[in-house]
């Protein structure tokens, strides 16, 4: 059997005196999506920069495709790999062609610059200036540049990060046709949607540690079988009351509104509603579904993932 | 999907150099258009000039006839004025000289200030004028010579500094600026996942350098003759080797500015922090002769003086390099150190 894509164990980093990566152990294999996810500073990245072999770990092992990273390997590992750093800017006055050129010279093999700017629709682009490219056209031209030397591995350090929702499903399918060639991708994200989408294994990181690990359903399947009910209301609701129905697992405050969790069944529900309607309070925008990432990781830590909140807001960032 | 005619990463790397340098309008400006503007404004501000005739005034009481031979003379600049005027111009030193005739039949007087070498060349003109008007002869035949001695203007002592300042300010921008540039928005980190060589990274900028060094040199060379006829004395092949180990020593000190930094607001205050003392102290517009005596030699140390005075005794004394081995060494050791210690210090990220 050949070695895995990535394999790394008790994997340390620290900087000062705060550990942001604390013994991480992963392994992804050849062909497989894997996501790490996790807030903001919980260390994906300074992982993730280990595994490149851009960040010297203070402790752990690192092996791609069952070689480690030395000075004497490196250039052949970072033949076989295709990185994409979190907000990087190119040069601002080349032209995407030319950037895509310039990546392409740096890898002995790989498609040709027609060919990448083809498979990621920056045909009409190819003489524009980087730096008068939209959001998602700047992205797309830093994964031309991570697929330049067709790499085996590729690495995506939160890649639609402020992209608009159309912006990312075109980034989404680039992703996974590569993915469909039989390469393997490690993906970070903030967004548990695009996890649930991309990866067939997940890791959720928070503070240097990984506390999850597994399918995005096994994860959500782990929460046991619940569903959440949110609501608001502008009157005075008896907490105590409601979280005393046997159905209902936990209750919180949520904005102005609650957020329950109950039991998995149509006569939860049913309860729920009889006790609002006993309390003759009415809820407004009343809405139930299944659990998601997000509940997992609020399930884990106690926290809403930063990401998740910002999601609404993010295609209007620049 | 996979091809073997990939581009030449050397190539690639030394184009987009060039690229992002000729894109950029503020550098092409600072570079190639203020330097022109300098020499044009310093060169027509100091430019020699023939100087002018002596002003004379004759008074009302100088018969006409004598008035009439001092006006018609190209070498004097004459006015006719009162007595009095003529007195209150020469106190004021409006004129060189008066020239007065108390008596209408007696001598003519000349007032002047013997003090002022131009009332004595004044003197010496009119009466020469007066004198041939009255029918001298030279009794002994003499020819002029007229000579400029070349590179002797204050525009041919301006355009090596000029071109020595160019040097600095280029390679400080061209590399010190853009590795900080590179760095603060991470393409540093970018290139270095990559397989790319750092010596082909480090190698575009000795190319990139070097093509902008000649086309450097071109423009203010050619400019130099075409406005101010001005001529490289020496030979043009030792100032290139000169003007090319300058700027490698502005390139070491560039890339020491860039090992590290990474806020280009940091880099642009270190590297006025290095240039302001070489702009005031070496030479590029004036000389540094009236400094005083202690301060010479480490003025002299700087490179960019080195390269000034290394490029002013090719430029203008036609020297060789063999006449320069003090300001050679000077550049030489500034680049060795400045890239030892940058290549050591350098990070990536």
Avoid at chain 1, 184 to 211: F, K, N, P, W
Avoid at chain 2, 43 to 60: D, M, N
Avoid at chain 2, 78 to 87: F, I, L
Avoid at chain 2, 109 to 138: N, S, W
Wanted: glycine content about 8%.
């Amino acid at each position: 059997m050949s070695a895995p894509a990535i394999h790394c164990q008790s994997l340390v980093k620290r900087y000062g005196e705060k550990l942001a990566v604390a013994g991480i152990e992963l392994t992804v294999d050849v062909g497989e999506c894997f996501g790490l996810l996790g807030p903001n500073g919980a260390g994906k990245t300074t992982t993730v920069e280990m595994l490149e072999g851009l960040t010297e770990p203070d402790s752990g092992s690192v092996e791609l495709f069952g070689v480690r990273w030395s000075n004497g390997r490196k250039r052949e590992l970072q033949e076989r790999i295709g990185v994409q750093l979190q907000d990087t800017h190119l040069a601002d006055r080349l032209t995407v062609e030319e950037v895509l050129r310039l990546f392409r010279s740096f890898y002995r093999q790989g498609p040709s610059v027609a060919e990448l700017m083809r498979e990621l629709d920056l045909e009409a682009e190819r003489k524009q200036y980087y730096q008068k490219l939209s959001g998602g056209q700047k992205q797309r031209v830093a994964l031309g540049t991570a697929l330049a030397g067709d790499p085996e591995l590729l690495f995506l350090d939160e890649p639609t990060t402020g992209l608009d929702p159309r912006a990312r499903q075109a980034l989404w399918g680039s992703v996974r046709s590569f993915q469909q060639r039989g390469r393997s991708v490690l993906i970070t994200t903030h967004y548990m949607e695009e996890a649930a989408v991309l990866c067939d294994r997940i890791a959720i990181m928070d503070q240097g540690q990984i506390i999850a690990l597994g399918t995005p359903r096994s994860l959500v399947d782990g929460l046991g079988l619940v569903q959440f009910v949110e609501f608001e209301t502008k009157q005075a609701l008896d907490e105590a009351a409601v979280s005393a129905l046997s159905a209902v697992e936990t209750i919180a405050r949520k904005g102005e509104g609650y957020r329950l969790r109950i039991d998995r069944s149509l006569s939860s529900l049913s309860a729920v509603l009889g006790e609002l309607e006993r309390q003759r309070v009415t809820p407004i925008g009343l809405s139930t579904h299944q659990a998601t990432l997000d509940d997992v990781f609020l399930h884990l830590t106690g926290r809403v993932l930063k990401g998740a909140e910002s999601e609404a807001s993010a295609g209007a960032a620049p | 999907m996979s091809r073997t005619d990939a581009p030449n990463p050397l190539e690639e790397l030394v184009k987009a150099r060039v690229r992002e340098f000729l894109r950029e309008p503020g550098y092409v400006f600072w570079v190639f258009g203020f330097p022109l503007l300098m020499a044009i404004g310093l060169g027509l501000a100091f430019r020699s000039k023939v100087p002018e005739p002596p002003r004379i005034v004759v008074t009302a009481r100088v018969a006409d006839e004598t008035a009439r031979a001092l006006t018609s003379s190209p070498r004097l600049n004459v006015e006719r004025q009162s007595r009095n005027d003529a007195e209150r111009s020469l106190a004021r030193t409006k004129v060189d000289l008066v020239v007065d005739q108390p008596d209408p039949h007696g001598p003519l007087v000349f007032e002047l200030d013997t003090a002022q070498e131009k009332a004595l060349l004044a003197r010496a003109v009119t009466d020469d004028v007066l004198e041939r008007a009255a029918g001298r002869r030279d009794s002994i035949a003499i020819d002029e010579q007229h000579v400029v001695k070349a590179g002797s203007r204050y525009v041919d002592f301006l355009l090596p500094g000029l071109i020595g300042m160019n040097l600095m300010g280029s390679s400080m921008w061209g590399i010190g600026y853009n590795l900080v540039q590179a760095r603060k928005r991470k393409l540093l980190r970018r290139y270095a996942v990559t397989p790319m060589r750092r010596s082909h990274f480090l190698l575009s900028y000795f190319f990139s350098r070097s093509l902008f060094l000649v086309l450097e040199l071109a423009v203010l060379i050619g400019f130099g003759r075409l406005v101010f006829h001005s001529h490289v004395q020496g030979s043009i092949l030792a100032l290139l080797v000169a003007a090319g180990l300058g700027a490698s020593a502005f390139a070491a000190i560039g890339f020491l500015i860039g090992a590290r930094l990474s806020s280009t607001e940091a880099a642009g205050g270190w590297m006025n922090f290095v240039q302001l003392p070489m702009w005031l102290l070496s030479g590029s517009f004036f000389s540094y002769e009236r400094f005083p005596h202690w301060l010479k030699l480490p003025i002299r140390l700087l490179p960019l003086t080195a390269a000034n005075d290394a490029l002013r005794c090719i430029y203008n004394e036609a020297g060789a390099l063999s006449s320069i081995p003090f300001e050679l060494a000077v550049l030489s050791v500034w680049t060795l150190a400045g890239f030892v210690i940058a290549v050591r210090a350098f990070r990536w990220q």
